[in-house]
């Protein structure tokens, strides 16, 4: 009896604690019975439409030949009769459910041509966010027609099996703006006419779309007379045959950066920009129309009047296209190309590369920083502004302009950055001071940089980095390769707390009038490499902290630094750099305080956390070079590595049999001829094994003898060394053991 209770109790347990199982489908504990009443009845695979006039179908007229998987229909909640006149009034939705689960097809399925829905020309409202679409393969022709069609919800709408978008949304005249941002377009080959004659969107965004698959783009935006801006970013062209009239009568389309379109495939592109009136800026600098067949009677250009820039920097282009935009080109005219492009037009037109402002009418300043954010961030009151308490930033107060995608906006306007997009900070003069510019304090969304590139802009006049990077802590990147800064005189403080930061190169920084840097890499517990080299610190007064926290720095370059006595204070006390065991430093024996370190030069490898750029090999017998392994063709050699030993390159060497020794370089080399030949070393003939993966050929144009007889050699590792640049190789393998 103890048992049949005890039995009876776990029932009722595993009755309350399991999902109830009624007729087939799994309800939860708490669904209430009206759910699974409703469960009982249908399915959850439906599409709600709205109709924005009373409209009227004929019995058998809903389900037509591309309905065919429609079960039924419900309105007011009730199930409607297919079979019979049924009316639904104005403003009023309807939800289709479906008899199969697995819909492989939406072609035409709202189209309103006669053979499918004519009365689909009333629906103002479509919301697929309940539909099942994860087996559709095709959706040309789904919305054609659709002129009163006002918004379309795409939530959960999966397209990854989907391979035609073919005039998907064309001449869906009153729809206004399209979110396609969930859409997995990796399968889809067929884009033509999309677009077509959807002519109130004024904005497309593209950037989110795998388009890798596609090869047919023509008439894609065509007659989208609204039209101000696609955003092409990441949009994959490489497949593309066809781009006919792609953009024909987009006569509202001021501006197009199409820079990253790969056309090398591309064979028709005519009536492409047809009836672009107002296009001003066009960017086809990576073009290629090398396959393009030409007809005199279509002409890609037709239209275009008020053109004033065109960037053809990298662009391939045929004579008849560039006779074209020869037509083009007026004396107000702006065109970035090479020297070599030769453009014979009948005016004066204007020769430049930059960054054009269609508001201006002229090239943005050349003095600007670009910044990405791994993260969305918001600038609500602008750049310059303080986000907590709207107030003026006034370490910000120099920017004329913010230029995102090509787009300017105000210092003081609202500002949307999106996760990986970049911005460049505009200035129109030199400035001073660069202090507190990325402080955390002022603007948190500082956090969020991931890399900031100086190269473009005007440090002439700087004087001041202090705090300038102050809590980056995402920072991973700082380009400062052409950052020269005469006359700087403050970097306290300027890397504080990049705690993200692993290099960092200074060795073009020029000023010699340094006096402060207090904390100038303190906290940048994520760095391994600095490149000092060539700075002039020696006035340098206050040094406090400079070197503190720096937990995993592994490299450090300053061969031709100059050091002032506060820098070698800090650097030997409790706070420098006087513990660290690891610590390479490539230096002179004058200019750095600790002893125990030796000079150690090399390309230093972050990935690996150790010199990069070397050559292994091994000697079959012990081998000995008394004089030291440099010779007349190894004179780029900084040292070699042998077991745990670092010798010069001109110091006593002496190899043990089967062991690997290390060969580095300091920098990129361009000749390895004769480096491993017998003429030059006898003592190669017992090599036995040669690695080169390891080594920086990118600049390597000679090879010549270079395993000149190597008679004992019985494995060779090239991977990276073959390469465009090599130009003489030939008799490389000369009696080689192959």
């Given at each position: 009896?103890?048992?049949?209770?005890?039995?009876r109790i776990f029932v009722a347990i595993l009755f309350l604690i399991l999902p109830i199982e009624i007729l087939g489908e799994k309800v939860p504990k708490y669904t209430k019975m009206n759910h699974v009443k409703r469960k009982?009845?249908?399915?959850?695979?439906?599409?709600?439409?709205?109709?924005?006039?009373?409209?009227?179908?004929?019995?058998?007229?809903?389900?037509?030949?591309?309905?065919?998987?429609?079960?039924?229909?419900?309105?007011?909640?009730?199930?409607?009769?297919?079979?019979?006149?049924?009316?639904?009034?104005?403003?009023?939705?309807?939800?289709?459910?479906?008899?199969?689960?697995?819909?492989?097809?939406?072609?035409?399925?709202?189209?309103?041509?006669?053979?499918?829905?004519?009365?689909?020309?009333?629906?103002?409202?479509?919301?697929?966010?309940?539909?099942?679409?994860?087996?559709?393969?095709?959706?040309?022709?789904?919305?054609?027609?659709?002129?009163?069609?006002?918004?379309?919800?795409?939530?959960?709408?999966?397209?990854?099996?989907?391979?035609?978008?073919?005039?998907?949304?064309?001449?869906?005249?009153?729809?206004?703006?399209?979110?396609?941002?969930?859409?997995?377009?990796?399968?889809?080959?067929?884009?033509?006419?999309?677009?077509?004659?959807?002519?109130?969107?004024?904005?497309?965004?593209?950037?989110?779309?795998?388009?890798?698959?596609?090869?047919?783009?023509?008439?894609?935006?065509?007659?989208?007379?609204?039209?101000?801006?696609?955003?092409?970013?990441?949009?994959?062209?490489?497949?593309?045959?066809?781009?006919?009239?792609?953009?024909?009568?987009?006569?509202?389309?001021?501006?197009?950066?199409?820079?990253?379109?790969d056309t090398s495939n591309v064979g028709k592109i005519y009536s492409m920009f047809s009836e672009c009136y107002s296009l001003e800026y066009l960017d086809i600098s990576n073009f290629n129309t090398l396959k393009v067949t030409?007809?005199?009677?279509?002409?890609?250009?037709?239209?275009?009047?008020?053109?004033?820039?065109?960037?053809?920097?990298?662009?391939?282009?045929?004579?008849?296209?560039?006779?074209?935009?020869?037509?083009?080109?007026?004396?107000?005219?702006?065109?970035?190309?090479?020297?070599?492009?030769?453009?014979?037009?009948?005016?004066?037109?204007?020769?430049?590369?930059?960054?054009?402002?269609?508001?201006?009418?002229?090239?943005?300043?050349?003095?600007?920083?670009?910044?990405?954010?791994?993260?969305?961030?918001?600038?609500?009151?602008?750049?310059?502004?303080?986000?907590?308490?709207?107030?003026?930033?006034?370490?910000?107060?120099n920017i004329y302009l913010i230029n995102k995608n090509n787009k300017r906006y105000k210092p003081n306007e609202t500002l949307i950055i999106k996760e990986n997009a970049e911005i460049k900070i505009v200035f129109n003069s030199?400035?001073?001071?660069?202090?507190?510019?990325?402080?955390?304090?002022?603007?948190?969304?500082?956090?969020?940089?991931?890399?900031?590139?100086?190269?473009?802009?005007?440090?002439?006049?700087?004087?001041?980095?202090?705090?300038?990077?102050?809590?980056?802590?995402?920072?991973?990147?700082?380009?400062?390769?052409?950052?020269?800064?005469?006359?700087?005189?403050?970097?306290?403080?300027?890397?504080?707390?990049?705690?993200?930061?692993?290099?960092?190169?200074?060795?073009?920084?020029?000023?010699?009038?340094?006096?402060?840097?207090?904390?100038?890499?303190?906290?940048?517990?994520?760095?391994?490499?600095?490149?000092?080299?060539?700075?002039?610190?020696?006035?340098?007064?206050?040094?406090?902290?400079?070197?503190?926290?720096?937990?995993?720095?592994?490299?450090?370059?300053?061969?031709?630094?100059?050091?002032?006595?506060?820098?070698?204070?800090?650097?030997?006390?409790?706070?420098?750099?006087?513990?660290?065991?690891?610590?390479?430093?490539?230096?002179?024996?004058?200019?750095?305080?600790?002893?125990?370190?030796?000079?150690?030069?090399?390309?230093?490898?972050?990935?690996?956390?150790?010199?990069?750029?070397?050559?292994?090999?091994?000697?079959?017998?012990?081998?000995?070079?008394?004089?030291?392994?440099?010779?007349?063709?190894?004179?780029?050699?900084?040292?070699?590595?042998?077991?745990?030993?670092?010798?010069?390159?001109?110091?006593?060497?002496?190899?043990?049999?089967?062991?690997?020794?290390?060969?580095?370089?300091?920098?990129?080399?361009?000749?390895?001829?004769?480096?491993?030949?017998?003429?030059?070393?006898?003592?190669?003939?017992?090599?036995?094994?040669?690695?080169?993966?390891?080594?920086?050929?990118?600049?390597?144009?000679?090879?010549?003898?270079?395993?000149?007889?190597?008679?004992?050699?019985?494995?060779?590792?090239?991977?990276?060394?073959?390469?465009?640049?090599?130009?003489?190789?030939?008799?490389?393998?000369?009696?080689?053991?192959?």
């Amino acid at each position: 009896m103890k048992l049949i209770n005890a039995l009876r109790i776990f029932v009722a347990i595993l009755f309350l604690i399991l999902p109830i199982e009624i007729l087939g489908e799994k309800v939860p504990k708490y669904t209430k019975m009206n759910h699974v009443k409703r469960k009982l009845e249908e399915n959850d695979n439906y599409i709600i439409v709205k109709y924005g006039t009373e409209t009227t179908y004929g019995a058998d007229k809903f389900k037509n030949e591309y309905r065919q998987s429609v079960d039924h229909i419900k309105y007011n909640g009730e199930k409607v009769d297919l079979t019979k006149d049924f009316t639904i009034k104005a403003n009023t939705t309807i939800e289709i459910y479906f008899s199969e689960t697995t819909i492989t097809s939406l072609n035409s399925f709202f189209a309103t041509y006669d053979s499918a829905d004519p009365n689909a020309i009333n629906i103002t409202y479509i919301n697929l966010s309940h539909f099942d679409s994860s087996s559709v393969t095709d959706t040309n022709y789904m919305f054609f027609k659709c002129s009163s069609l006002e918004e379309i919800n795409f939530n959960n709408f999966n397209t990854s099996k989907v391979t035609g978008m073919e005039r998907m949304f064309m001449e869906c005249s009153n729809l206004k703006s399209l979110d396609l941002s969930n859409f997995n377009t990796s399968n889809v080959k067929n884009m033509q006419g999309m677009f077509l004659n959807a002519k109130k969107i004024k904005y497309i965004d593209l950037s989110h779309l795998d388009s890798s698959s596609v090869d047919d783009t023509s008439l894609m935006f065509a007659g989208c007379s609204s039209l101000e801006e696609i955003n092409f970013n990441n949009f994959n062209t490489s497949k593309v045959t066809d781009m006919q009239e792609m953009f024909y009568e987009c006569s509202n389309l001021k501006s197009l950066d199409l820079s990253n379109f790969d056309t090398s495939n591309v064979g028709k592109i005519y009536s492409m920009f047809s009836e672009c009136y107002s296009l001003e800026y066009l960017d086809i600098s990576n073009f290629n129309t090398l396959k393009v067949t030409y007809s005199y009677e279509n002409s890609r250009f037709n239209g275009v009047k008020s053109l004033k820039y065109i960037n053809l920097y990298n662009a391939k282009i045929d004579d008849a296209i560039k006779y074209e935009i020869i037509d083009l080109i007026k004396a107000n005219t702006t065109v970035c190309q090479k020297d070599d492009f030769e453009i014979n037009a009948n005016v004066n037109y204007t020769k430049e590369c930059c960054d054009y402002n269609l508001e201006t009418s002229s090239c943005d300043p050349d003095n600007y920083i670009k910044v990405k954010y791994k993260k969305d961030v918001t600038y609500s009151y602008g750049f310059s502004r303080i986000e907590y308490d709207k107030s003026e930033n006034q370490y910000r107060s120099n920017i004329y302009l913010i230029n995102k995608n090509n787009k300017r906006y105000k210092p003081n306007e609202t500002l949307i950055i999106k996760e990986n997009a970049e911005i460049k900070i505009v200035f129109n003069s030199t400035l001073k001071s660069l202090s507190k510019f990325f402080y955390d304090y002022y603007d948190p969304n500082v956090e969020y940089i991931s890399s900031i590139d100086l190269t473009h802009f005007d440090s002439s006049s700087l004087e001041s980095l202090e705090s300038t990077f102050y809590g980056c802590i995402s920072l991973e990147s700082i380009d400062l390769s052409t950052f020269t800064a005469p006359s700087l005189t403050n970097m306290a403080q300027t890397f504080f707390h990049c705690s993200s930061l692993k290099a960092l190169d200074l060795s073009k920084l020029t000023s010699s009038l340094i006096k402060n840097t207090n904390r100038m890499f303190c906290g940048c517990e994520s760095l391994l490499y600095i490149n000092m080299n060539n700075l002039d610190l020696s006035n340098v007064d206050d040094a406090t902290f400079m070197f503190y926290n720096m937990k995993e720095i592994n490299y450090l370059e300053i061969k031709e630094t100059k050091l002032s006595e506060k820098i070698n204070e800090e650097l030997k006390g409790e706070y420098g750099l006087n513990d660290k065991d690891n610590l390479l430093v490539c230096k002179n024996e004058e200019n750095f305080p600790i002893e125990k370190y030796e000079s150690l030069c090399c390309k230093y490898d972050i990935e690996l956390k150790k010199c990069g750029n070397y050559i292994i090999c091994k000697y079959k017998e012990t081998t000995e070079y008394t004089s030291g392994f440099e010779n007349d063709y190894r004179k780029n050699i900084t040292f070699i590595k042998n077991g745990t030993s670092i010798v010069g390159p001109k110091e006593r060497l002496i190899i043990e049999a089967n062991t690997n020794i290390e060969i580095y370089f300091s920098e990129s080399i361009t000749s390895l001829s004769r480096f491993f030949a017998t003429d030059k070393d006898q003592k190669v003939k017992v090599i036995t094994y040669i690695d080169l993966s390891h080594f920086d050929s990118s600049l390597v144009t000679d090879t010549q003898y270079m395993f000149y007889q190597c008679s004992s050699l019985e494995e060779l590792i090239l991977i990276i060394l073959i390469h465009q640049k090599l130009i003489a190789w030939k008799p490389c393998f000369v009696d080689f053991p192959i």
